[in-house]
């Protein structure tokens, strides 16, 4: 069974920095891409940033220039490093994976538990 364990969620100041992890576990799995979506109250969840198996990153224009996506492909991890961080970045942030499963061979998406973060003003 594969999982997304998400971490690094927090409050933090107008300005300040948080970096959140996510890392899947399990078996039988090659990971596809790799990203982060946020979800604030009374809006729909959206796309943060993303990056696929050969290093290609796409960033949501609210996030150009202040977030970094990356990965660790050796620990099945994907990290997101939010610097600058302003009051609207406040959200539920989900990790998702979109996965190349063995057996039966089959792609399937995975979403983490969400992890919140609050950014202060």
């Given at each position: 069974?594969v999982?997304?364990?998400?971490?690094?969620?927090?409050?933090?100041?107008?300005?300040?920095?948080?970096?959140?992890?996510?890392?899947?576990?399990?078996?039988?799995?090659?990971?596809?891409?790799?990203?982060?979506?946020?979800?604030?109250?009374?809006?729909?969840?959206?796309?943060?940033?993303?990056?696929?198996?050969?290093?290609s990153?796409?960033?949501?224009?609210?996030?150009?220039?202040?977030f970094?996506?990356?990965?660790?492909?050796?620990?099945?991890?994907?990290?997101?490093?939010?610097?600058?961080?302003?009051?609207?970045?406040?959200?539920?942030?989900?990790?998702?994976?979109?996965?190349?499963?063995?057996s039966?061979?089959?792609?399937?998406?995975?979403?983490?538990?969400?992890?919140?973060?609050?950014?202060?003003?």
């Open positions: 069974q999982q997304l364990v998400e971490s690094g969620g927090g409050l933090v100041q107008a300005g300040g920095s948080l970096r959140l992890s996510c890392a899947a576990s399990g078996s039988g799995f090659s990971i596809n891409a790799m990203g982060w979506y946020r979800q604030a109250p009374g809006k729909q969840r959206e796309l943060v940033a993303i990056i696929t198996d050969g290093g990153t796409n960033y949501a224009d609210s996030v150009q220039g202040r970094t996506i990356s990965r660790d492909n050796a620990k099945n991890t994907v990290y997101l490093q939010m610097n600058s961080l302003k009051p609207e970045d406040s959200a539920v942030y989900y990790c998702n994976a979109i996965l190349r499963l063995v039966p061979v089959r792609t399937s998406i995975y979403w983490g538990q969400g992890t919140q973060v609050t950014v202060s003003s």
